[in-house]
């Protein structure tokens, strides 16, 4: 099993609606974890952190942690065409100076 | 604003040849770090340092090697290159975990192509 996972996409929702980006990880141990967005040509940025579990809403951002089913998510909310992007989840293993773990990355393409 | 630099965004070498990617960054990061990044495989870290002198091998460091003789340069060597490295290459830089906002943040890229 890959050490953090994200479906490829492409996933393409209608400009409005509430985009879902998944990602699962393998290490119980991880303690935190991010989402990066990254247009094409660009670097990625990052758009939220989150380190407990539960929502965290940032503008029309949301991620949500759940550790005892080891999985991440995304949700944008009111989704953009200028939205359109890859989304990497990223996941630090553990506690202390550790280098964090990207998924490949969920092309999301937002229909206007 | 935090500003990575890298030195180069576009190099066409030869096979064989020694190349150099160069990486600044000033904002005082203690952590910086080496991706490469390759359609379908995402993102992969070559090498990482915390500390000057210091570097740590990621998870593909194979013909890398790395340079970090002053805290805001990190240097990544391809000592003979193959067409294999032709790729994108990302600098990035953070804090240190618990030193206070630990976002890591990229530069604008270097993509290497080898002939």
């Known amino acids: 099993q890959k050490e953090v996972e994200q479906n490829s996409g492409p996933l393409s929702v209608p400009e409005g609606a509430i985009a879902s980006l998944n990602c699962t990880y393998s290490?119980?141990?991880?303690?935190?974890f991010f989402w990066y967005r990254q247009y094409s040509g660009k670097s990625p940025e990052l758009i939220m952190s989150?380190?407990?579990?539960g929502d965290k809403e940032d503008g029309r951002f949301t991620a949500q942690l759940n550790k005892a089913s080891q999985y991440v998510s995304l949700l944008i909310r009111d989704s953009q065409p200028s939205d359109s992007a890859t989304y990497l989840c990223?996941?630090?293993?553990?506690?202390?100076?550790?280098?964090?773990?990207f998924g490949k990355g969920t092309r999301l393409s937002v229909i206007a | 604003d935090v500003k990575v630099t890298q030195s180069s965004r576009y190099l066409v070498k030869r096979t064989g040849e020694k190349v150099f990617l160069e990486c600044v960054q000033d904002?005082?990061?203690?952590?910086m770090f080496w991706y490469r990044q390759d359609p379908g495989l995402g993102l992969r870290l070559i090498y990482f340092?915390?500390?000057?002198?210091?570097?740590e091998k990621g998870d593909i460091p194979e013909g890398y090697s790395v340079s970090r003789e002053k805290k805001e340069r990190f240097s990544l060597i391809l000592e003979s290159a193959s067409t294999n490295q032709t790729s994108m290459y990302l600098c990035?830089?953070?804090?240190?975990?618990?030193?206070?906002?630990?976002?890591?943040?990229f530069g604008a890229g270097s993509r290497l192509t080898v002939l």
């Open positions: 990035a830089s953070s804090f240190r975990e618990g030193s206070g906002a630990n976002v890591l943040t």
């Open positions: 290490d119980r141990g991880s303690q935190s």
């Open positions: 989150i380190y407990s579990n």
């Open positions: 990223a996941v630090r293993r553990w506690f202390g100076n550790t280098p964090l773990v």
């Open positions: 904002m005082d990061h203690e952590n």
């Open positions: 340092s915390y500390d000057v002198k210091m570097k």
